[in-house]
């Protein structure tokens, strides 16, 4: 689907889930806009769950397991640029 397309297609999904309907959707690289449309994610690695939450808060969720990593090992974190989350 093009952008305008899935984000209107979200916005339906959206209204279903605000009638108290489970609505589960997978997506491949959303764009800001979509992605912080879902009230909730489960992002997978290897399978297996690497996140659960709210959209807001799963950059800094990862941003700070990087951040352990490097301080754990005694290294310095390389510098991160801003760009989509997904």
Known sequence: LDATSSIEL???LNELAYSN???VLTIYQPRFEIFYMFH???LLSDGKVAYH????KAYSFF???????YLNRGLLMP???EHNPA
């Open 10 to 12: 979200l916005s339906h």
């Open 21 to 23: 309907r489970t609505v």
């Open 40 to 42: 909730k994610l489960i």
């Open 53 to 56: 939450g709210v959209p807001q």
């Open 63 to 69: 941003v700070e397991a990087l951040m352990n990593k």
């Open 79 to 81: 510098q991160l640029e």
